[in-house]
């Protein structure tokens, strides 16, 4: 089935860099930078709750990883399903793409 879907990705109009609530956005253009590198990568499964094949990158966040002596951050980059709104979350640091 892999060959059968061909998943494409939004990107948010936001020429400000504001959200409708006044807090940031991802800009057009690191949209534009992520979906270039995970269709380089071979991203193009369609969403696998509801089969949809159409993605936002919507936001990047850190997550803290604890150990025994210290916590590290690790970025990840997110993209919501355009249908159903389900969160993929990509590690950015092996895409390249940590800021």
Not at 18 to 26: R, T
Not at 28 to 56: D, K, N, S, Y
Request: hydrophobic share 35%; charged share 20%; glycine share 10%.
């Amino acid at each position: 089935m892999m060959g059968q879907w061909t998943v494409s990705y939004q990107t948010a109009n936001a020429e400000d860099g504001k959200n409708e609530k006044g807090g940031n956005v991802m800009t057009p253009e690191r949209q534009a930078a992520i979906i270039a590198v995970l269709r380089q990568r071979g991203v193009i499964q369609p969403c696998q709750r509801c089969g949809h094949p159409t993605f936002e990158p919507c936001g990047e966040r850190d997550i803290t990883l604890k150990s025994l002596s210290k916590h590290l951050a690790m970025p990840t980059i997110m993209l919501a399903c355009k249908q159903c709104g389900m969160l993929a979350e990509h590690a950015a640091r092996p895409l390249g793409l940590a800021e």
